[in-house]
């Protein structure tokens, strides 16, 4: 009978214990998902803010282009597009670790399109600045032999120009190419981790 107390005592004892842990955890787990759900909406916020900074700068470089604004001006727009890819791309694998993996491929999506808008103005800058080039190449074969040929409309100078535009939108491209893979393969990592904790 004191044997059986004992056992009963102890029972009570471990079932008080479980007790305090099946009430916390509920909480623990609540907070955590709190902080997960705000994390998550900052992380899309940003997404959207940097979104709206690369559609500004689209605008303003197709504008560039369509007026013959300076080619300084069209590739520091370039730049700028190129910082926001940058910023997107570590921006879209934290917003993947925040959501479910159903979301994923919408999340992938997001960022290709983004790199799609700015290889098309790279292109189109590109295109841009080949035609300049050669209207300025005719212009400049056009003058007399005897006239002094500044170094802004000497042929060589400009094929020079060209090329190092090129080569500079041909660098982009492929650095961006590139940051795709690289957030394609952290995208698979995230999964598989994500694949671990559920099992």
Partial sequence: MAKN???????????????PEEVLEPKELEVSQQITSEQSVTLKTKRSVLKRKITIHLKALSSEIRQFGSKFRIRRIIADLKQCLQEAE??????????????????????????GRFNDALDEALSHLNECVSEETSQATSVSCKCKVSSKSDPVAIKARALAAQAFAKKQRESAKEKLKELERQAELQKKLWKAKES
Avoid: C, S
């Fill in 90 to 115: 570590p921006l879209n694998v934290q917003y993947l670790t925040f959501m479910p993996e159903i979301e994923h491929d919408k999340i992938l999506e997001w960022y290709d399109v983004e790199f």
């Fill in 5 to 19: 107390l004992i056992d009963l005592g102890d029972r009570e004892e471990a079932h008080g214990m479980e007790n």
